[in-house]
């Protein structure tokens, strides 16, 4: 798969706040190459770099910058798409796509629950993407769509993860303190967040609930058996750009003690490790010793974003352990997320090699 | 008690944060009036508005300013003292005072968990300066000590308070977003918290999970008893100037809805309330409903900042219910709590007569 | 005119962050009476507390809360009206209503800079009030529009005004440090102020270099002359909620010294002073002796928010003095400044006594 | 000179804000090499990682972390030594190595000011380095001291430099928005720049007003000659971490327009740029285009933080030009500036070649 010739893609959405981190994690990737970017109406036609509104800290690719902004319409000359697109028109479009033969890997929470839909961490499940050959003959799709997770789970599911593995799940507390990232641009107004904590997220809570649940499941036949551990989810938005800060208890079925849910962290490789997969984090879980750390200005851009970092394991009263794992929300949480996946669908041959 | 001529207090680290705001609560205050300053010998000889380094929203109180800073020694012309000592040194110094006849009312973590040492909550476990006359014979000291609950401590006690009386608590669950004004001045470096979130407090969780038992126990003949729940807590510094935002979960000993919880808590009434004390908010736990409040920017300075503001409550998947609890903690968590004690100790008539 | 009864007044744009601030200050007012709430079609029909996204600090006047909201038409059963519409749709409503004979004490920027247009600072230029016969005659208007400056502005004339008066001026230099509630709800997204500063506001600086010239010009006859001294202005958006501070360097006709124009602000008193008039402020500008001060966050509420705090004062090698000026820019800078306008014009008689 | 065996240097007061800095600058420099980290007495003895309180976003590169801190005194193996040092001691420990021999490369300001003390930014005045032999006459040194400027003052200096050259000076005038970086670490309390402005810092104006003349002054013969153009600064802090902004106006000798400023600083090359040295940027002052750039939290890192970032170039109404300027106050105002004069210090020859 890995030829001199890179894959064409296509990125949904390219103008907002996930499409951005597409384009830059894409502009230099090894096997991907951006070929078209797709926006709103109003874009189209023009430069991206005429329209786009660059909020990243790095400048504009430049080959990207002076690609022609095209409208989100199934005719992009590529057959992976990435999508950063707003809920409000992701479902349809993403359908419009799939149906015509995309390979639509998605960071909207549209899909995510479908029956037939995958819901992947490829460190994780990523056999989940078995479900895709029965997704396209049900409802008829030439492409597919692979969904990751909200950013709030997927940090939270990588880290859960190697634990249920090892010592299985009973019941996971989580509060969540997020980055304001996580909510686009404009996203979260000043007013609100400077100096201050909002103690709630519309919708977040469920997901992280439903969604770590699914990616934690079995794929059981042609429908998903989602984990039976029970989770507890408070969402807080804070003051922070980027990275999501959450504080975690669990209960297993296997007594473990922090020692050896830190071993057990340290150890944790996944297919996307095994398969050397080019987005994936030499080591998916990161474990720091400092007592004040994790922070998300100081380390959520240390190891590519990609890693969940982990930090305070310590035992719970209540539950049997206790930490706080950090990660990168725009990142691990959304494009680095997506990316992954489809370098797991092109590595196992899923995508038509012809397509390529 | 509430003659016309008010009882004379003094307040022990008068320059400090805590210091601060006892002299803004204090000096309109219907009993009390601020006769006595002390401090560091550094500011010591010195008017109040010459070295105090006033960091509060509203201006120095005029009579107050002009007082002379003394000493913190037990030659000072009033039997209450506040204590807004920093811990290196409110050990030795309140024991003193409190040797040499004084009530000391204090903030300081020394002194909290000692077995004679009332821990208290105004309308919560006001029975427990009940203790004082046994403290004061077994020690051989005039005067006495009444401490008030670390600042986290205070807010979750004052919430979960009632849901103990009526349901009977098994297990809490609690997550913390502090505010910086917790950490004194100069406190918290803004290098370590703008734009970020420090997943840690140096024994902030011990004294939330310890603290809060010994309120909700109970004074048994010459001993407290603590209750019996257990507690854990996990404590994080954000980047907000006042208030302290708590993620609770509780398990009870006889079932209560979320419904039945918002109805005890707007019944609840402590012996604070029914003696009508000067600094006692009319209702000890306001219920917001509206999804994302309280907040602390906007609802911090609400009700005095002497009630626990608590919103979002519902069921918890783990626990039985779940909720945010907002509150002030220089005013709840600290001055004001210690204020609210000395109003009981003097109502009670525990403070001999001929000395006010 | 202050009789027992007050004056019924209207708010346009209510439900905006101006609104609420013209709501609070006017809950209490001694001679205005809130009795009509207007905004956008959506909110109309509807109590004003289920559709304002309260963002205050202090919770809904209870009466005001049950005013029924209506639209922005001119049959409301007030003839005065406070404007805090958006300068989308201030233009036409304000001429709408002022035709109608209403009073329209306007904070929008449309009008402001009409040739018969008043723009009033209550202690500087009251005596511009005088155009409005003209206005009414001209435009066959039974009402009047009177405007107040632009946030910014009014923080700069109120402080260099005193000055123009005793010294003249020749040029002044103004940087602003701005906060975010001057754009308003939803305002400035979080995104771009969190850690950072934007060096640049939309049409800002245009705003502060002309608003200060007609300020401080003459009403000539039936047309405003601008005072001749260069204004230089650039504006910052920084992570302040309330309060612009200003660091201004002013050259002078007569040579001042700094203690010379310390001594002109804090015998400054304009008209509004001179009349008592509720809203004005004791002392319209307030200079402060700390090195460090004033400073957003501690001092922007004092003195009711109606004075300009001013520090620093000090010689400046290319101008003549430099300081630092701070103004509550939702008070004096908005909702304060209107209010203070419109009891000018009622206590000047303006306002025919008849309709009150 | 650039052999393939590095330059032994040493970093004097290694463990703060600047120590950590230059400890990141320097681990991958291509001529200098980190043989030597001293700290202060409590420190010294012990692994450099075990010590530091590491408050970077990078980790402590690998081989530095390993190195025993030594204490501060002239027995240190290099003959070139960086010097971080707190003001409180640098004055006289960069003297003790001087006279010991050793080529201080200082970012403290107690040595700038001196007669005899080059003030350099390499790109301006790398000429007054001659001044050196004649430093180590006089005083008997063997080594010699070369400082760099504060950091406001190196951006100020980096942007009005080629200006002077083209056009001359006559008057220039700034208003600073610092970041808290600038202080160090504790530095700021949290406390006095959350959601607030400063608007002093002690001491920063005058060394902005002085330190620029002498930079943009004349070495002549014996004695630095300062440049003629008057200098006003008013320094603010405010709540960004790195990147300080600073709002300039500027009045030229021979009248310039905005377009042909924009020109100046598009051409302007200096020795750094012609010696290529490794961390001249390639173009010192970048100009934007954009209305509302350049902003420190999304800028300050491009250019690997040694250009100065200029934007909104305009005509003023009261001096010739205005602009903003951003400039990375740790990198270009303190440790890559201390670093590129070393590297012309060398590359001029003036390092005696058999210490190297």
Known sequence: MKTVSRIPVGILGAT???????????????????????????????????????KQTTPIPEAIGDLVVKECRPDLDCKIVFSGLDASVAGELETDFASAGYWVFSNAKNHRMGPDIPLVIAELNSEHLDISPQQQKSRGWDGAIVTNANCSAAVLALSIGPLHKSFGLKAVDVVTLQAISGAGYPGVPSWDILGNVVPFISGEEEKIESETQKILGQLDGDRFRPADFAVSAHANRVAVVEGHVECVSVRFTNKASPEEAIQCWQEFRGPAQELNLPTAP???????????????????????????????????????????????????????????????????????????
């Open 16 to 54: 907002g706040a996930v499409g951005q981190k597409f384009v830059l994690l894409l502009s230099s990737h090894p096997w991907f190459e951006v070929r078209e970017l797709a926006a709103s109406e109003r874009s189209s036609g023009n430069l991206y770099r005429e329209v786009v509104n660059w």
């Open 282 to 356: 030499k080591q998916p879980v990161v474990v720091f010793s400092e007592p004040d750390r994790p922070q998300p200005r100081l380390d959520v851009n240390k190891f590519g974003g990609m890693s969940a970092l982990v930090g305070r394991v310590r035992p719970c009263p209540l539950f049997d352990i206790k930490y706080v794992v950090l990660g990168h929300n725009t990142i691990r949480g959304a494009a680095g997320a997506s990316i992954l996946n489809a370098e797991m669908v092109v590595e196992k041959g899923m995508f038509p090699a012809g397509q390529a």
